[in-house]
């Protein structure tokens, strides 16, 4: 609505009057209609519903002031403004005229200038009423949409609105909520404390600043429903800058805040047990050592500890009894260990298998060495229980032996303490088993071997050439033409080697894998040749372009691991090297674990990699367990392949391996060959690929 626009009915008894008003507001650029009564104006209301009614006070029928009345107690006209036009000697009338909703009033004789001026100024205040009002109901619609909570309150702190999802998260409704703080309102309590938290609405309201609460839970009016919020608070100003109230936004996370709670759980602990796992177990070590004095003499302890007889169970029950045993076992070291008040700050942590860590923060050697007593003396005593499904009942006494290592601080790294303990453990052992042995400086030579190792294997993780990788190529027997070009293989295997320093050489894996196996650095040492291998392939393309498959030792420590997993699969990602050309190949003794490694093979087979079984036929094997996993090759034990031309029964094997992998749709590969008549057997059999010294020798990557 414009001022040229808009429509003004005229309400006069007298036409003179009447015709000259109408004459002046038609001048002026208004439309116009009249009535010459009151009855008449409301009538002419309902059927036209002028923008402004200019009416006469005193009129016959029904006069201007009853009229007035009459119209604003209608809905549509609640927001009409209607001008009264009295004679100057009846004033009485102007007090009755505002009573019954008028906007104003004019005296007769009417000067038009007054009038015109008049009239403009409340068009021009209606029309802005009306953008505020629209405004403000675009405000409504929106807070009473949006998925966030808001509730408003005044320069005071007292609440003034909630919308709709504010009522639902807290149970006030705005009519019950109008005039209480907020914090009677909005009552939150701390996640981790579940002590009350009063919102800082002074930051907001006398500071002007923005506030936002860390991890809130809000508590519903009822007392009993609560939910995970995240919030922010932020002050409302009015035109000048002036702080007139605040404005407070929130929205439900509850379902959010489990998830991500969920995940860091299962990234620090054990799914069977509960207990800490592996990794978080060496970050709490680690971080003890960091924040511990470097000097003073502050102690703490590590105990290493080793079930015995646990394969007795898994081997007579099953895995489904050793994993109940594993969780009543670790159920009862955390009581025991709750039971000894001393003990305030300690890490309990399932390291795999049945091993187990306790690290013991500010406790002396003989305090750890009291604590491990008991727990030896429990776990002696416990007796396990199992009944199969067919009803047979087993009764089983185990024991555990415990390695003891006391911590100075400003003593030694994480790596070569757990190594200690482990030493500690496997002395224990040796000693008879379900004893405590506290770590000495003559242990085992064997122990300290692996030690050395250990502290080795870290120290070449560490150089720029500590490690360097070897290929062996891999060729095709039912292919002709299958040749190796000079550098640039088909098909390859990496080989990890070692550099020893004191002798100048380099070092086969079997002479530091069982360490690295034993000590838990096995998937450390497989993502570094995954790393190295990738970066090299994106050096030399002319190496990737002839390259058709590229195979790739994986430990079954790395195979069980999804932190380990998730960094491959970035490293894959980032590199940008076709993951169809990359073939893990993994021991078949790891096909005891199918739930890790169907779970391991299913994510990477989705980019693309390919696997293979290793050794295949050095251990009691079974074909059912590939019909559960993407394998693509299985690599025949070098053992099988060399006897092959002497022993019939070898031979047999690797035939009938061959021709059931192949009815499976699995290639086979032929390991270890040595010499020409081997090859020429395997070509017979029907073997898909070999490799070996009498094809190629193991070449360093250049």
């Not at 002709?480 to 894996?509: H, T, W, Y």
Request: proline share 3%.
């Amino acid at each position: 609505m414009t001022s040229n626009s808009a429509h003004i009915l005229v309400v006069d008894d007298a036409p003179l009057t009447r015709g000259l008003l109408q004459q002046a507001l038609l001048k002026y650029g208004y439309s116009v209609e009249t009535a010459q009564n009151g009855q008449q104006a409301i009538d002419s209301f309902l059927a036209h519903h002028p923008d402004l009614i200019l009416m006469d006070a005193n009129m016959p029928v029904l006069d201007g002031i009853s009229a007035c009345a009459r119209i604003k107690a209608l809905p549509e006209a609640k927001y009409l403004p209607i001008l009264i036009v009295t004679a100057l000697m009846e004033r009485e009338w102007v007090d009755r005229a505002y009573a019954a909703g008028a906007t104003d009033y004019i005296t007769k004789p009417v000067n038009l200038d007054v009038l015109r001026n008049r009239i403009h100024y409340i068009l021009q205040a209606k029309r802005a009423e009306e953008a505020l009002f629209d405004e403000k109901e675009k405000a409504q619609v929106t807070l009473t949409s949006i998925c966030d909570g808001v509730i408003t309150t005044n320069a005071e702190g007292l609440v003034e609105f909630l919308n709709p999802v504010a009522t639902n998260l807290t149970g006030w409704t705005t009519q019950a909520a109008q005039g209480l703080p907020l914090n009677t309102v909005f009552c939150i309590i701390d996640e981790k404390t579940q002590q009350p938290v009063d919102v800082p609405m002074e930051c907001c309201l006398e500071e002007g600043k923005r506030i936002k609460i860390d991890n809130p839970v809000l508590v519903h009016r009822d007392r009993i429903n609560r939910f995970a919020i995240e919030d922010s608070g932020a002050p409302i100003r009015d035109r000048h800058g002036k702080v007139i109230g605040a404005v407070l936004v929130f929205n439900d996370v509850t379902e959010k805040r489990k998830m991500t709670q969920a995940l860091a759980y299962r990234a620090t602990h054990d799914a069977l047990t509960g207990l800490y796992n592996r990794d978080e177990f060496n970050l709490q070590l680690e971080l003890m050592l960091q924040e511990a004095p470097r000097d003073n003499n502050t102690e703490h302890a590590l105990l290493y500890m080793d079930l015995d007889q646990f394969k007795i169970v898994n081997d007579t029950c099953g895995h489904e009894a050793g994993d109940q045993l594993l969780k009543d076992v670790s159920f009862l070291m955390k009581k025991k260990i709750e039971a000894h008040t001393c003990f305030k700050q300690t890490t309990l942590a399932r390291l795999g298998g049945d091993e187990f860590a306790l690290l013991l923060k500010n406790c002396s050697q003989q305090k750890a060495l009291t604590l491990a007593h008991h727990l030896r003396e429990a776990i002696e005593e416990y007796r396990f229980f199992w009944e199969n499904a067919q009803n047979e009942q087993s009764l089983f006494t185990i024991g555990i032996s415990i390695g003891l290592v006391p911590i100075l601080t400003q003593q030694i790294n994480s790596k070569s303490l757990i190594a200690m303990a482990d030493t500690a453990c496997y002395t224990a052992k040796n000693k008879g088993r379900n004893t405590v042995h506290i770590y000495q400086e003559n242990d085992s030579e064997a122990s300290h071997k692996n030690i050395k190792w250990v502290t080795l294997l870290n120290e070449n993780l560490e150089k720029k050439q500590g490690f360097y990788l070897f290929y062996q190529s891999i060729i095709a027997l039912q292919q002709k033409n299958d040749f190796i070009l000079a550098g640039n293989p088909k098909r390859c295997e990496i080989l990890l080697r070692m550099k020893i320093d004191s002798q100048k050489q380099l070092v086969l894996p079997g002479a530091f894998l069982s360490a690295a196996t034993r000590y838990h650095l096995m998937p450390t040492l497989d993502r570094w040749v995954i790393q190295t291998l990738l970066e090299w392939l994106k050096t030399q393309p002319k190496f990737l372009t002839q390259l058709t498959l590229c195979s790739i030792n994986l430990s079954g420590y790395s195979l069980s691991s999804q932190t380990f997993l998730e960094t491959v699969i970035d490293d894959i990602d980032n590199s940008n090297i076709p993951a169809n050309k990359l073939c893990f190949e993994i021991q078949e003794t790891t096909l005891r674990n199918l739930t890790d490694i169907s779970y391991f093979m299913n994510a990477l087979k989705k980019r693309g990699c390919r696997f293979a079984i290793d050794n295949f036929g050095s251990s009691i094997a079974s074909f059912s367990a590939f019909k559960n996993i993407p394998i693509d090759f299985l690599k025949i034990d070098g053992r099988l392949i060399n006897n092959i031309t002497h022993d019939p029964v070898d031979y047999a094997m690797v035939k009938s391996i061959n021709e059931i992998a192949h009815l499976m749709q699995i290639k086979t590969i032929a390991e270890h060959v040595e010499n020409g008549i081997t090859l020429e057997a395997l070509k017979k059999i029907g073997l898909d690929y070999a490799q070996g010294y009498w094809i190629e020798e193991p070449q360093a990557l250049q």
